[in-house]
């Protein structure tokens, strides 16, 4: 007898139908022990469960960064309606024209498009092209101010990384 039969096991029972449910119990636990040797050594399954978790916290974090690309376009937007704002502002306070105001922000926006564009990796650049391409100016407008958002956080969080 093995250690995992108890004490009164030794004996078999005269009972035919004690003897029956001895076997079908021996049965179903020999069942469970196959099932479960089966799943440790299913190579296949294991992998296609392991795809299937990373697949699960892969999707997780495109929907975080999407979030958070949401939520600095909605930023930039507001920052951009406030410097439109104050350089009209700017513009009736000194007499300047709108077209002088309309210039310092395009001169402004060139510059700081250029830094992103130095600081932005050639595959980026590629698809930021491909996706302007494919979208309508206002489109291309929002995308390129989310890229630049994005990357001039980037930016700030390695600098305040580098200072620590």
């Known amino acids: 007898m093995t250690a995992d039969q108890p004490a009164d096991a030794q004996s078999v029972p005269d009972d035919p139908e004690q003897l029956r449910q001895d076997i079908e119990r021996t049965r179903e636990q020999l069942g469970e022990t196959v099932e479960a040797l089966v799943a440790k050594t299913d190579v296949k399954a294991q992998a296609k469960e392991k795809v299937n978790h990373l697949s699960d916290r892969l999707k997780g974090g495109t929907a975080q960064a999407k979030e958070q690309a949401t ?55 590629r698809a930021a092209r491909h996706a302007a391409a494919r979208t309508s100016p206002r489109q291309a407008v929002i995308a390129a101010v989310a890229v630049g958002v994005a990357l001039i956080g980037l930016i700030l969080v390695r600098k305040r990384r580098r200072k620590l």
């Not at 024209?97 to 250029?114: C, H, I, P, Y």
């Open 71 to 125: 939520a600095r376009v909605a930023q930039a937007r507001d920052q951009l309606a406030a410097k439109t704002n104050d350089a009209k502002q700017a513009a009736t306070t000194n007499g300047a024209t709108v077209k002088g105001a309309r210039d310092q922000l395009q001169a402004g926006a060139t510059a700081v498009g250029s830094k992103v564009r130095d600081v932005t990796p050639e595959p980026v650049q």
